[in-house]
């Protein structure tokens, strides 16, 4: 397999939105990607970029990617943070995720950060294993919180 991980470029975020498109599928949220190829263009190509994100091309065709962005403990200081994982369905389980979570630790540790952190579903129990399956600790102490766009206006406007 000539698999190939490296950073991303501008050109390849249309194949990057599928992907981020094909997770939501995945995760049973199909019409929740607000986000577009010209919002992934911009953030991520900014000075200074808002994410990193490294894609896995295998006969030139991107079957993955990892993405992420700093962020700071207040116990740890500088970490990372993996917002998504993801492979193409038809090439799950040949090893293109390990290559791409490899390429993130490597990374994340090329930065000096303290910490690596992400969100994993709790039904998804084969992500799960893999994630177990490298040294990290999944969490069943804590809960993600979040406000959606709709969320912060109400709070802005009630508040």
Known sequence: MNLVIRKAKKNDMSSVLLLIKELAEFEREPHAVELTYDDLVKDGFSTPPLFICFVAVLKDEIIGMSLGYNRYSTWKGVTMHLED?????????I?????????????????????????VLNWNVSAIKFYESNGAVVSDEWNIAQMNEK???NFILNK
């Open 85 to 93: 994982l993801i492979v193409t369905r038809k090439c799950r389980s």
């Open 95 to 119: 090893g293109v995720g390990s290559a791409l979570f490899s390429n993130f630790i490597r990374h994340s540790h090329s930065m000096g950060v303290k910490r690596v952190e992400w969100a």
């Open 151 to 153: 969320a912060i206006n």
